[in-house]
């Protein structure tokens, strides 16, 4: 069994840093960049990935981030997925053109209630697009904080899922109310009832008012819990933070 401190190493790899502030541009995008990788005990922790608007990719580009920290887009309407599909599409396009290596799409919530069979087409059709570049991966957010109850969370899963989400997210992190701990478990038998008819792993990112190192635990224990230790890897499990890093950095050193 792992102890705590090892797994809070663990976390600080799983973690998008990420900085989507009105004032973001060369400057905050520089210092960012700095903090995605960082030395504890001698060694060299570095985080899953760098999260941004996508109209500062070309930045981003410019500063010769790490290869193996990954750029993480918001796009499709952020925050709120309420732009036209045409716009939705050049603007994920422009991410994929930019070498985005993921892009993070909130889903429609008025097409959720109203019309999911449209909201199931356009999530695809933004996918067409992302599949350009064989290796990016498509996040889509569901905003389970807006959602009414833990069986619109689990109905918004599958449905991003069945359209060709790579990974599902709980939240833009732009609500009052963010990721829980009963929604991310609720998105998470989803992911492993997927996993069990079609053999597909799909990834869990949580993000949303997580500041503290003992709520990121707390959903490592819970994926561990209904998806096994070997899910929880770069590839499958994130969590979207701005302040949690420092959090997890605090609680580390009190074991020196």
Do not use: W
Not at 84 to 110: M, Q, T, Y
Not at 162 to 186: H, M, N, P
Request: net charge negative; charged share 25%.
């Amino acid at each position: 069994m792992k102890s705590e401190k090892e797994i809070l190493l663990k976390l600080l790899t799983f973690l998008d840093l990420t900085s989507l502030n009105d004032t973001d541009y060369q400057q905050s995008l520089r210092q960012i960049a700095k903090e995605t990788s960082f030395d504890i005990d001698g060694k060299t922790i570095k985080c899953a990935g760098l999260c941004v608007y996508s109209n500062l990719l070309p930045i981003l580009n410019r500063l010769n981030l790490d290869n193996e920290i990954r750029k993480v887009v918001v796009s499709g309407g952020f925050p709120t997925g309420q732009l036209s599909l045409e716009a939705k599409l050049h603007d994920v396009g422009f991410a994929i053109e930019n070498k985005a290596d993921e892009v993070d799409i909130p889903i429609n919530r008025g097409l959720f209630f109203e019309n999911p069979f449209e909201l199931s087409l356009e999530i695809e059709a933004i996918k067409s697009i992302v599949r350009q570049n064989p290796k990016a991966k498509l996040k889509v957010i569901i905003e389970s904080g807006e959602l009414p109850n833990l069986e619109n969370v689990y109905k918004a899963s599958n449905l991003a899922i069945e359209a060709g989400a790579d990974f599902i997210k709980t939240s833009t992190g732009k609500v009052s109310r963010g990721a829980d701990l009963y929604s991310a478990g609720i998105m998470m038998i989803a992911i492993k009832e997927t996993y069990t008819t079609t053999q597909k792993t799909i990834g869990f990112k949580a993000a949303g008012g997580i500041r503290k190192a003992e709520d990121a635990l707390s959903y490592y224990l819970l994926a561990k819990a209904i998806l096994g230790e070997d899910y929880i890897n770069q590839e499958t499990f994130r969590i979207g933070c701005s302040n949690l890093k420092n959090d997890i950095i605090e609680k580390l050193n009190k074991y020196e």
